[in-house]
């Protein structure tokens, strides 16, 4: 089915540990975008992409890695993850420019706890 | 810095009764204003867009907002609320030159029999 994928949707590690998120759009839609959701912050931007191989941060990117090899994929890896990111994470995707931009398609969102 | 502010954590509404989540902006130039709305363990959707033109946007839903230039304002309203309303409601601001929106802090709504 099209659509925006994310997985895992739940996943618990712990502190020091590797960890990715992975998010598959079936659109070819160009932009990707993940953000975090946190209580009382609502939803910040971590990274985005605007192609394939063109990435630039956002509101919050430390401790964050991306990569952008095929239109279609956008994994968010963790490098040491920490307590304090634990959250709901969504990747979000969207036309290019034009008419439609800020309409963006959200996943379902990937759970994560970090003990 | 372009941004949203949504002064409500909560809004409480009788069913039937007429709805309104507040949103305010602070932008530089022409703002592209946005909500989004979010059903318990889901992604965000998309609810409408004021890019130019009327001041009264309709939406998905029977939702419609009400920008407020002056009052640097992007209500969010519906004449009728339905208890399948509640939700978390995300009001949202183009920012980053068109390439990234930014969101508020969310208001949640609920709606009451």
């Known amino acids: 089915d099209a659509g925006i994928t994310q997985s895992p949707r739940y996943k618990i590690t712990e502190t020091g540990r590797q960890v990715t998120l992975m998010c598959h759009q079936t659109w070819s839609h160009s932009y990707m975008f993940w953000y975090r959701q946190d209580l009382g912050h609502g939803l910040r931007l971590i990274y985005y992409?605007?192609?394939?191989?063109?990435?630039d941060k956002g509101e919050v990117p430390d401790g964050y890695v991306v990569s952008r090899s095929k239109t279609e994929n956008f994994p968010l890896t963790l490098e040491s993850a920490t307590r304090s990111q634990t959250s709901v994470y969504f990747c979000?995707?969207?036309?290019?420019?034009?008419?439609?931009?800020?309409?963006?398609?959200f996943g379902e969102g990937s759970r994560l706890t970090v003990l | 810095a372009q941004s949203v502010a949504q002064p409500e954590d909560q809004v409480n509404v009788a069913e039937g009764n007429p709805l309104t989540v507040k949103c305010t902006y602070s932008?530089?130039?022409?703002?592209?204003l946005f909500w989004y709305v979010q059903y318990p363990n889901r992604g965000l959707q998309f609810l409408l867009k004021y890019i130019t033109g009327d001041n009264l946007v309709k939406g998905s839903y029977g939702f419609e907002a009400e920008f407020n230039k002056s009052q640097t304002s992007f209500h969010l309203k519906k004449p009728s609320a339905l208890v399948s309303d509640s939700a978390l409601y995300f009001c949202?601001?183009?920012?980053?030159?068109?390439?990234?929106?930014?969101f508020g802090t969310g208001t949640q709504l609920k709606v009451e029999l």
């Open positions: 932008v530089s130039g022409n703002p592209y």
């Open positions: 992409s605007a192609a394939a191989d063109i990435t």
């Open positions: 949202a601001v183009l920012t980053g030159g068109g390439n990234k929106l930014t």
């Open positions: 979000a995707s969207r036309m290019g420019q034009g008419k439609n931009t800020g309409e963006l398609f």
